[in-house]
């Protein structure tokens, strides 16, 4: 989905773009040629272990769900900007980084650790207001906390 839509965008300016997840496979050749590749974090770790060509062609990586930092897979994500930013350190080449996020309540924190300007876009943004329902539960019984909850 995300591939479609980028190539959608991207199509009048001339630029190919290609999805390299578990699920697809690229040929050197054809992954040299693209100018957007869609893939996952794993799958990206992997590519920039080995370096080469590929790795060493980014001028740009978007994290989308950067929230995921606090979670399983946040590790990874770890590696691959620790990695981009040595990379950028050694090879004196610039790359940007841009961290998307809906659900991010420490977005200084990790602007920060991205080595970031922080923009932050607030619910007045949102194609589709968001709606917010608080909910006191008083019982100290846990089924019945648990029974409220899902009324």
């Given at each position: 989905?995300?591939?479609?839509?980028?190539?959608?965008?991207?199509?009048?300016?001339?630029?190919?773009?290609?999805?390299?997840?578990?699920?697809?496979?690229?040929?050197?050749?054809?992954?040299?040629?693209?100018?957007?590749?869609?893939?996952?974090?794993?799958?990206?770790?992997?590519?920039?272990?080995?370096?080469?060509?590929?790795?060493?062609?980014?001028?740009?990586?978007?994290?989308?769900?950067?929230?995921?930092?606090a979670e399983e897979r946040g590790?990874?994500?770890?590696?691959?900007?620790a990695r981009l930013?040595?990379?950028?350190?050694?090879?004196?080449?610039?790359?940007?980084?841009?961290?998307?996020?809906?659900?991010?309540?420490?977005?200084?924190?990790?602007?920060?650790?991205?080595?970031?300007?922080?923009?932050?876009?607030?619910?007045?943004?949102?194609?589709?207001?968001?709606?917010?329902?608080?909910?006191?539960?008083?019982?100290?019984?846990?089924?019945?906390?648990?029974?409220?909850?899902?009324?």
């Amino acid at each position: 989905e995300v591939t479609s839509k980028f190539s959608q965008k991207l199509k009048p300016l001339g630029l190919t773009v290609r999805e390299f997840t578990g699920d697809t496979q690229l040929s050197k050749a054809e992954a040299e040629r693209t100018d957007c590749l869609v893939t996952t974090p794993e799958k990206w770790d992997v590519v920039t272990r080995k370096g080469g060509v590929l790795a060493d062609s980014v001028g740009l990586l978007i994290i989308d769900e950067v929230h995921l930092l606090a979670e399983e897979r946040g590790s990874v994500i770890e590696s691959l900007v620790a990695r981009l930013h040595r990379h950028v350190e050694t090879k004196q080449e610039l790359c940007r980084i841009v961290g998307l996020s809906a659900t991010l309540p420490s977005y200084e924190d990790v602007a920060k650790f991205l080595k970031a300007r922080c923009f932050f876009f607030g619910p007045e943004y949102r194609p589709v207001p968001l709606e917010q329902t608080f909910v006191g539960v008083t019982e100290t019984s846990r089924v019945m906390q648990d029974k409220r909850m899902k009324m």
